[in-house]
C-alpha cells in the first residue's frame, strides 16, 4: 500500500515516486519546474495503478491523452527502473493526418519575412527557425541554460533542459551576433515565454505558439509569394536548401534531429519530384534546336 500525504492541496506519494524525484535531481539536467511536472506525472500514474511498474498499466493510462506532455516523464520513469528498452512499447496514438503547406522560398525572401516580424523575441524566435530549422515549439520552450555563448558563435541545446540527449546546433559569428544581442536583453528563464506560466509547460508554450503564429502570418503578408509562409516552412525550406546542395538525406536528418530516414525522405519529397521532373524534360522531352517546326 502506498502511504499519502497532504501537502500544499496536492497528494504526494512516498516510496517509488520519491525514489524517482531523487533520480531526477541527480540525472537529469531538469530545471526544478519541470522535475515538479514530471514527478506529478509519475504520481498521476501510480496512484491510479497502485504503484504499478506494467507496460500494460502505462498503456491504459496513457490512452486518450496527449503523449507529446507525457512522453517525456514516462521516458525518465523507464530509464530510472532500467527498463528504457520497454519505451518502444508505449502505444503510438494515430494521429490525423495534417493538410501539408510547405512553401518553399530563397533565404533572401525567408531573411526579409524575419525582418518584417514586428516584436522582437519573436523575430528572434524566427531568426534561431531560420538558421537551425528547429520546431517552432522547441524554440519557444528553450531556456537560458540551453544557449551557450562561445567567441566563435552561439551554440543551441535543444531538449537538454527537458531531460533529453540534446540536439546541439551551432551558429557561428556573425551570423549569431544578432541572436546574442538579443538573448542578452531577456531576463527570464524562458526567454521566449510570455503571460502566466501554465503547470503544465506544453500549455505554455502551445499558448505563446498562437501569438508567434500571428506574428509571423502577418509578417508574411508582407512578403511578395509568402502570403501562406507558416513557422514550419523555416524547417522544410532548410531541409531542402542543404540537400539541393549537398545530396546528402542523412546530413539533412541529423541537421533536423530525425529518428527515421523515412522521416527526411518525406520532408524532400517536394524537392525530388521537383529535380526528377526537370531531369525527364531535358532528357526526353527537350526539343532539338535543330528539328523543324
Known amino acids: 500500500m502506498i502511504s499519502m500525504l497532504k501537502d500544499q492541496d496536492e497528494f504526494v506519494i512516498e516510496g517509488l515516486s520519491d525514489e524517482f524525484r531523487e533520480w531526477l535531481e541527480s540525472n537529469s539536467a531538469l530545471l526544478p519546474r519541470t522535475r515538479k511536472q514530471y514527478v506529478k506525472v509519475i504520481n498521476q500514474f501510480l496512484r491510479k495503478f497502485d504503484d504499478s511498474t506494467e507496460m500494460k498499466d502505462i498503456n491504459k493510462f496513457l490512452a486518450g491523452k496527449n503523449i507529446?506532455?507525457?512522453?517525456?516523464?514516462?521516458?525518465l520513469f523507464l530509464k530510472f527502473l532500467n527498463k528504457e528498452k520497454d519505451y518502444l512499447d508505449v502505444v503510438k496514438q494515430k494521429k490525423k493526418p495534417k493538410e501539408k503547406h510547405g512553401i518553399y522560398t530563397t533565404p533572401r525572401k525567408e531573411l526579409q519575412l524575419v525582418e518584417k516580424v514586428g516584436d522582437p523575441v519573436y523575430r528572434t524566435v524566427a531568426l534561431i527557425q531560420y538558421y537551425t530549422g528547429a520546431r517552432p515549439q522547441d524554440v519557444l520552450s528553450l531556456n537560458r541554460n540551453d544557449f551557450e555563448i562561445k567567441e566563435n558563435g552561439l551554440?543551441?541545446?535543444?531538449?537538454?533542459?527537458?531531460?533529453?540527449?540534446?540536439?546541439?546546433?551551432?551558429?557561428?559569428?556573425?551570423?549569431?551576433a544578432e541572436i546574442v544581442l538579443s538573448i542578452a536583453t531577456l531576463k527570464d528563464e524562458f526567454l521566449f515565454l510570455r503571460g502566466i506560466p501554465s503547470s503544465e509547460l506544453t500549455t505554455w508554450v502551445d499558448n505563446n505558439y498562437k501569438y508567434y503564429l500571428n506574428e509571423l502570418t502577418e509578417a508574411a503578408k508582407e512578403v511578395e509569394g509568402l502570403e501562406r509562409f507558416r513557422p514550419h516552412d523555416f524547417r522544410r525550406n532548410l531541409a531542402a536548401d542543404i540537400y539541393s546542395k549537398t545530396k546528402d538525406i542523412f546530413l539533412v536528418k541529423n541537421i533536423l534531429g530525425h529518428k527515421s530516414i523515412e522521416t527526411t525522405s518525406k520532408y524532400l519529397d517536394d524537392i525530388k519530384k521537383e529535380e526528377a521532373s526537370r531531369e525527364v524534360v531535358e532528357k526526353f522531352r527537350r526539343k532539338d534546336p535543330n528539328e523543324p517546326g
Do not use: D, H, Q, V
Request: charged share 15%.
Open 68 to 75: 507529446s506532455y507525457y512522453r517525456f516523464p514516462f521516458k
Open 155 to 176: 551554440t543551441i541545446y535543444f531538449g537538454r533542459s527537458k531531460g533529453l540527449n540534446p540536439n546541439t546546433f551551432m551558429i557561428p559569428m556573425p551570423e549569431a
